[in-house]
């Protein structure tokens, strides 16, 4: 064979990290504050075996098929139920099943957008979807949250700037409006109604990313921005944080013409017809709010365990809001700290997080970090801040 | 709310059927010829339902979390040690899971193409692949195939001109080189080592789609593309067909380099761990060469009753290849029958196929057309055959 030549691959890689971030390698031996895992024995490990093997010998032969089959109307049916109460008002054939949320702002992504087209985000903003709009070459910029979530005030002036022609229309606009990951907080009804209204004024969609939706601490639900506005606002949940993320199931709601060609796009067809039937034969079988209570009951100690020792470790050296659902607290440290620097630290000391950069589009150094208060026991949490405020110390005496 | 403005989609979309094609709705009371389904009582359902359960009780608490999981490794390592069968030695960081085939296919698109890049396919070729590449905004050039696949003299007359800058160099040809989808023939062992070494010297990827390589009826087994260029080829196969689709489990096997940005791409992250997890305790437990053998055996027999029909009722009046593994019989006609008329007529008279013209890039009327012998049993194949004979003497009558 001759000499390999240099293969030129998309151009889509370009800006996107080849191979993950500086905090995807987790060091076994640290207490992981990172990433958004469900707890350990969050899982309904007995009842999902139960669910399996019913599927399997009810429906096997329907399931085991390359699609159809009644687990896929049945799970469609939960869902349409369940969205009543986020004031969602739909028909079975406005959802769509996908393979974790992550591969539903993909798919939007790539149906909403070509290269180059302008896509408008919080700051912070998950970075899971940052890779994917990234992926679909769009131009992102970013508008900051407050304790109400995302400044629409914000995003108003620079819709009239922009239909003006002095920028960009956005195609569409990210939103996590519950329980926000980084941030923890949730955005306002008001801010709700008036997004809603602006994207039918200025014609642009916006995706509504609730994942964290049922994990609710206080019990009050609030209107989905959908609710607002059903023919401009993509809604997308999930059964990650509900059921377990190895099931890799989430749903997508919209209007049906943008449901017809997000499927188009999805082109490996169906998310498997037998882990929708699994599931499916799970939900009938639990009491869904019996099945809640101990999950919302697991997180709230938690982020209980996590606000308790921040105060105790920190006192009134750091801020944040006290997150009421969801798995994050965004912690803010005084301006001179500089939390990728902190993250090395507290590596070494056998703690890890996510830095606040890897929220933000123009990669500064930040004064904040996400802990996810989701996966760890409180003991662990009690330590892990203990020692993240060790570190904090050290790095603020040769700051300050 | 305002009055809603027409909102712009992506413009991957032109040119995308948006609602299927003609074939896709089947009607409840057909025999149903047209979709490569595996025959009902293929499934291991008591199997899996065990394994199911095995996975969950043993590994559930990993299988069930955002990732890892030893299911993961396992299967894996299974995909491994069967693809020395194919000539394929790898390490398991050159093994990917996927969604099915058709994922890997779209993922692969993304990862080695931008719009407008041209992509070289076979004539005819798998629908599905096609829309992918459609969606990826590739731009498709076919190649005939023959008695022994791909004319690859052919693809080197071309690429030769490519180089001289008189059309532009493929970034990839797609292949589908064992038991063809829909002309059931296999590439010959000369045109795999060539169609490798073209790779090198004109520097593209093939993808070599290798779907169907267990179900082979003769038990003789070419060695894959792949093992004649390893890196200039991107393997795929899947378990669709060997277990179930239901499940959608496929694989790609490349060399890391470009397995690494197939992971970026592919957003969701891992496939589903737990039904990896589920997949991997059910081939713990069979001994897959006993597990195929009914299979295999299953296809070859409605194979069998396909050829004995088709000699029955058409005698010589149609040609074919005689498929030596897969699903598909490819049927040619006299010039004058326009098989799109014959698909109306048949679905009329109870029978589905899939029309020649969805397998080639025109879209202009063929002479012949796929059919399926995976999923009907003996009587419905010799049935349906026969109504299709009635419907083809009709035509012959009304354009001879």
Not at 173 to 187: K, M, Q, R, T
Not at 230 to 243: A, D, G, L, N
Not at 351 to 379: H, I, M, Q, W
């Amino acid at each position: 064979m001759e000499k390999l030549e240099q293969y030129q691959f998309s151009k889509r890689f370009d800006g996107v990290p080849l191979i993950g971030s500086a905090f995807a390698g987790e060091h076994p031996g640290l207490i992981p504050l990172a990433f958004g895992f469900p707890y350990p024995n969050s899982f309904s490990i007995d009842g999902l075996a139960e669910a399996a093997v019913k599927a399997l010998k009810s429906e096997g032969t329907e399931a085991l098929q390359y699609s159809g089959g009644p687990g896929q109307k049945k799970i469609l049916e939960w869902i349409r139920e369940r969205s009543k109460l986020r004031s969602i008002q739909v028909d079975t054939d406005q959802i769509m099943v996908t393979s974790g949320s992550n591969q539903g702002i993909d798919l939007v992504a790539r149906t909403l957008t070509d290269p180059g087209d302008s896509v408008w985000v919080e700051a912070p903003v998950y970075f899971g979807a940052l890779r994917a709009f990234y992926l679909a070459q769009n131009e992102l910029t970013a508008f900051p949250v407050d304790e109400a979530g995302l400044r629409v005030d914000l995003i108003e002036e620079a819709l009239i700037e922009a239909s003006e022609g002095k920028r960009p229309m956005p195609k569409f606009i990210y939103v996590l409006p519950n329980y926000h990951n980084p941030a923890g907080i949730s955005l306002s009804v008001e801010r709700r109604k008036k997004l809603a209204e602006l994207a039918y004024t200025y014609n642009f969609y916006i995706i509504e990313d609730d994942a964290y939706v049922e994990l609710n601490f206080d019990g009050e639900f609030l209107p989905s921005i959908y609710s607002f506005g059903p023919e401009r606002v993509i809604y997308m949940s999930t059964f990650s944080k509900i059921v377990a993320p190895g099931i890799r199931m989430a749903w997508i709601i919209s209007d049906p013409e943008v449901l017809n060609r997000i499927k188009i796009v999805k082109t490996e067809g169906l998310t498997s017809v037998l882990m929708q039937e699994v599931v499916s034969c799970f939900l009938e079988k639990v009491d869904f709010a019996e099945h809640l209570k101990p999950l919302v009951a697991g997180y709230r100690m938690r982020r209980d365990a996590m606000v308790q020792a921040i105060n105790d470790f920190f006192g009134d050296e750091v801020s944040f809001e006290k997150p009421e659902g969801g798995f994050f607290l965004w912690l803010t440290f005084p301006e001179k700290i500089d939390t990728t620097r902190l993250l090395h630290d507290a590596v070494e000391a056998g703690v890890s997080f996510v830095d606040g950069k890897s929220f933000y589009l123009d990669g500064k150094p930040t004064n904040n970090l996400r802990l996810a208060f989701s996966f760890c026991d409180e003991a662990q949490i009690r330590e892990a801040i203990q020692t993240l405020a060790k570190v904090y110390q050290k790095q603020k005496r040769s700051v300050c």
